[in-house]
């Protein structure tokens, strides 16, 4: 990753390998690397979910579990790599807690600008796909397609995942492939 910008985001459909790449990024800078987790184990798939991912990742990385405050939670790091899987989930807490996806995206979005380590989003794709048939469900593919909008303007990077292969959208640095 030392050619790519300090910001980036990694966007894909489920099960794309988009946290995977996500995190090879990051692994390619030196340590200490944080991840920042907004998943909750609210079942026992989540929680089997969860536990696989911090097996891949191994015992270097430090964990910050981070469901909803996530511009506070950056501002309190002191050292980067962070890496942030996943804002999708960060919306879907946000939301079902009630609280304004847009002041909180907002709020993400202007630390972005003072931010002086790498960070690395991870975020879905999900306006691919079918219309749900939901009014809540229709609310969350906008407001998820009105965020990766928002990060994807504030960053200098933008890199699609599909099969487990990169299409770069948005490159700031000369990459070699």
């Known amino acids: 990753m030392s050619s790519v910008a300090k910001l980036t985001l990694v966007l894909g459909g489920a099960r794309s390998g988009k946290s995977r790449y996500a995190e090879s990024l990051i692994a390619a800078l030196p340590p200490p690397w944080i991840y920042v987790a907004t998943a909750q184990a609210g079942d026992a798939e989540m929680t089997e979910r969860i536990a696989a991912h911090r097996v891949r990742r191994g015992p270097q990385w430090h964990t ?44 993400l ?42 990060v994807a303007a504030s960053v200098p990077n933008v890199v699609f995942i599909a099969a487990g292969l990169p299409l770069w959208l948005k490159d700031s640095s000369p990459r070699e492939n």
């Open 109 to 150: 979005t202007r630390f972005l600008g003072v931010a002086k380590y790498p960070i690395v989003f991870v975020s879905n794709e999900v306006g691919l796909g079918l219309v749900p048939e939901t009014p809540l469900g229709r609310r969350f593919r906008d407001a998820q397609g009105r965020l990766n909008q928002l």
């Open 64 to 107: 910050l579990e981070v469901p909803r405050d996530l511009a506070a939670a950056l501002k309190s790091c002191q050292t980067g790599p962070v890496l942030i899987d996943c804002l999708t989930l960060w919306l879907s807490n946000l939301m079902l807690a009630e609280r304004d996806p847009e002041i909180e995206a907002r709020r």
